[in-house]
């Protein structure tokens, strides 16, 4: 069973920053997916950014309307370790985020991590 473990989350006013680390004990060079999400009350979860692999193009990144040109996603495959690096941080970035990775047919999911901004 794979165990993703995200770190990083905590109080933070508008305008400052935030990154989220997610360590997973699987080797993330085989995943075909790595992904944010995240959670904020009485909604549903959102899809902040992720990589997926395959394909005649490869590895593709997506992110969201939402958070482009403040959120970027990185990887460090040697730690088995995926960020999400939050700039500008909105009071509407309130959520649980977890992150999230799949290999073949196995989705793994974090426990999350809880971001708060302040207005």
């Known amino acids: 069973q794979e165990q993703l473990v995200e770190s990083g989350g905590g109080l933070v006013q508008a305008g400052g920053s935030l990154r989220l680390s997610c360590v997973v004990s699987k080797d993330i060079f085989s995943a075909n997916s790595m992904a944010w999400y995240r959670q904020a009350p009485e909604k549903s979860r959102e899809l902040v950014a992720a990589?997926?692999?395959?394909?005649?193009?490869?590895?593709?990144?997506f992110i969201a309307d939402s958070v482009k040109g403040r959120f970027t996603i990185s990887r460090d495959p040697p730690k088995n370790t995926m960020y999400l690096q939050m700039n500008s941080l909105r009071p509407e970035d309130t959520a649980v985020y977890y992150c999230s990775m799949k290999w073949g047919s196995k989705t793994g999911w974090g426990q999350g991590t809880q971001v708060t901004v302040s207005s």
């Open positions: 990589y997926t692999y395959g394909g005649v193009s490869g590895e593709s990144i």
